[in-house]
């Protein structure tokens, strides 16, 4: 059976595979690291234009969707361990991250009605003496 990423391949040119992986390795640098566009179409021998089109291909996307995917996957203990030390800083924002993870917190939503009760027998009566008025 092939792979979600293999799918998403079949959909793209060689070129166009290239592209997506260097667009992907690109976001995963440090910012002051990343190339520009140009550069990376200068590399794949193409035309900036034919990238910023490329890079809208619903295919190219799930590359990427696909390829972070991958990567989250492959970095999971490293990124855990990364919050886990964190929070035992005293980054409250990455110990509540943690707890969300482990589903020990989960956000709900409580709602209490506080408005009066309608007595539905009054309301009747009231209405029907309307009417009768008229």
């Known amino acids: 059976m092939a792979s979600k990423l293999e799918e998403i391949m079949r959909e793209l040119n060689l070129e166009q595979v290239k592209a997506a992986q260097?667009?992907?390795e690109n976001d995963t640098i440090p910012p002051k690291q990343r190339r520009t566009?140009?550069?990376i179409a200068d590399e794949l021998g193409i035309e900036v234009r034919t990238l910023y089109n490329w890079r809208k291909l619903a295919a190219?996307?799930?590359y990427k969707v696909a390829m972070t995917d991958t990567y989250t996957k492959e970095h999971r203990a490293r990124i855990m361990s990364a919050v886990i030390r964190e929070s035992?800083?005293?980054n409250a924002s990455m110990t509540k991250l943690f707890m969300q993870n482990q589903g020990m917190l989960i956000d709900r939503v409580e709602y209490e009605d506080k408005s009066e009760k309608v007595d539905e027998s009054a309301v009747a009566a009231k209405l029907a003496s309307i009417k009768a008025r008229y």
Do not use: S
């Open 22 to 24: 260097l667009l992907f």
């Open 37 to 39: 566009f140009e550069q």
């Open 60 to 62: 190219m996307l799930d």
């Open 88 to 90: 035992e800083l005293g």
